[in-house]
Nanobody
C-alpha cells in the first residue's frame, strides 16, 4: 500500500523552529519529485516547497524563502522540511506529496499524485 506519513509537527512560539519529515511506505521516493503544501483554516491548500527527484532543483514559496529548507534522504526514503524563524502565519496543516513529473520541482498542486494525511504546525505566543 502506497503511503506517505508526515511527522514533526507541533506548537512553537514565534521565532522557533521545527523539522518536518515525510516517510514513504509501499514505494520508493527515489523517482519522484516531492513537495510540501500547507492549509490554514478557511484557506486553500498552498505550495510551500518542492525538490526534484535528484535534489538538483528546489522551489520555495516567497513567504518561506530564507526560512525553510527542503531536503531528501534517499537512504532513509524520506523528505524533510526544516523551518526556522516561524511566524504565526505559518500555522497550518502541512502535507507532503509526491509527483511523477520529475525534474521540475513543480509548485502545481495538481501535478502531485500521492499525499500524506498532514501534520499540524501551530505558531503562537
Amino acid at each position: 500500500q502506497v503511503q506517505l506519513v508526515e511527522s514533526g509537527g507541533g506548537s512553537v512560539q514565534p521565532g522557533g523552529s521545527l523539522r518536518l519529515s515525510c516517510a514513504a511506505s509501499g514505494f520508493t521516493l527515489d523517482y519522484y519529485d516531492m513537495g510540501w503544501f500547507r492549509q490554514a483554516p478557511g484557506k486553500e491548500r498552498e505550495f510551500v516547497a518542492a525538490i526534484s527527484w535528484d535534489g538538483g532543483s528546489t522551489n520555495y514559496a516567497d513567504s518561506v524563502k530564507g526560512r525553510f529548507t527542503i531536503s531528501r534522504d534517499h537512504a532513509e526514503n524520506t523528505v524533510n522540511l526544516q523551518m526556522y524563524n516561524l511566524k504565526p502565519d505559518d500555522t497550518a496543516v502541512y502535507y507532503c506529496a509526491a509527483s511523477a513529473f520529475t525534474g521540475v520541482a513543480t509548485i502545481l498542486r495538481g501535478w502531485y499524485s500521492y499525499w500524506g494525511q498532514g501534520t499540524q504546525v501551530t505558531v503562537s505566543s
